[in-house]
C-alpha cells in the first residue's frame, strides 16, 4: 500500500485498463452487484478529500490526515456493493430462493465480491507500475457521500482505492512499519487445523 503519490497525471489508458481489470472480479451468481465511482481531476478529487478529512477522528489513524501527500492521487475509484443486485439474483428461477432473504446469505458476498474488484484494481496499479492504496470511508459519511456523488441509496462505499504515482520520499509508511507480516508457517494449515 502506497500512502504518498506524486501530482504527475495517469494516461487514460491506464486508468481504463485499471478500471478493465475490476470488471473481471468473481461473483456469486455472476451477480456483479458492485459499480465503481472513478474520481480523477482537483474538480472530483478536492470535495471528496474534504468530506473524508470531515469524518476523521483525532487519533490521526484515517487516510485524510495524510492529506498532501496521499490526496495528490490523481485517480481515487470507490467500489460500491449493492445487496439487493444478489437478492434478486438469487430470486431467478436457475437458484430459487423466491422470498429474497437474507438468511440465505450468511457471508455478505456483495460485500466480499465488491471487494474482489478493489484488490483487481490495487494489483492492475502494480501491474502499470503505479502505487495504490485502499481505505475505508466511515459509515457516517455514507450519506453525505452519496448526495454528493448522485450515487443510489441501494449502493454502499465498501472504501476506496487512490492510484497514482509512488513519492517514496513523503511515504510515512502504515501498520506495515510497525507490524511484520506473519509467517506462511503461521497463516497456513494444511489438512486439519
Known amino acids: 500500500m502506497v500512502r504518498a503519490f506524486t501530482a504527475e497525471p495517469l494516461d487514460p489508458a491506464v486508468t481504463?485498463?485499471?478500471?478493465?481489470?475490476?470488471?473481471r472480479a468473481p461473483?456469486?451468481?455472476?451477480?456483479?452487484g458492485y459499480a465503481l465511482l472513478v474520481?480523477?481531476?482537483?474538480?472530483?478529487?478536492?470535495?471528496?478529500?474534504?468530506?473524508?478529512?470531515?469524518?476523521e477522528d483525532d487519533?490521526?489513524?484515517?487516510?485524510?490526515?495524510?492529506?498532501?501527500?496521499?490526496?495528490?492521487?490523481?485517480?481515487?475509484?470507490?467500489?460500491?456493493s449493492c445487496k439487493q443486485i444478489y437478492l434478486d439474483r438469487y430470486a431467478r428461477p436457475d437458484k430459487g430462493w423466491t422470498d429474497r432473504d437474507e438468511v440465505h446469505w450468511p457471508v455478505p458476498y456483495w460485500d466480499i465480491d465488491t471487494g474482489f474488484t478493489a484488490l483487481l484494481m490495487l494489483l492492475a496499479a502494480v501491474d502499470e507500475g503505479l502505487g495504490a492504496l485502499f481505505f475505508g470511508i466511515v459509515p457516517e459519511l455514507f450519506g453525505r457521500f452519496r448526495a454528493q456523488y448522485g450515487v443510489p441509496e441501494g449502493y454502499v462505499p465498501i472504501g476506496a482505492v487512490a492510484v497514482g504515482h509512488p513519492d517514496p520520499a513523503a511515504d510515512l509508511g502504515g501498520s506495515s512499519s510497525v507490524i511484520s507480516r506473519r509467517r506462511l508457517d503461521d497463516l497456513v494449515h494444511r489438512g486439519r487445523w
Open 16 to 23: 481504463g485498463r485499471i478500471l478493465a481489470a475490476a470488471n
Open 27 to 32: 461473483s456469486a451468481g455472476f451477480s456483479q
Open 39 to 55: 474520481l480523477d481531476g482537483p474538480d472530483q478529487l478536492g470535495p471528496f478529500w474534504e468530506l473524508i478529512r470531515s469524518g
Open 59 to 80: 487519533d490521526g489513524g484515517s487516510p485524510g490526515s495524510a492529506a498532501g501527500p496521499l490526496a495528490n492521487a490523481p485517480l481515487v475509484v470507490v467500489p460500491l
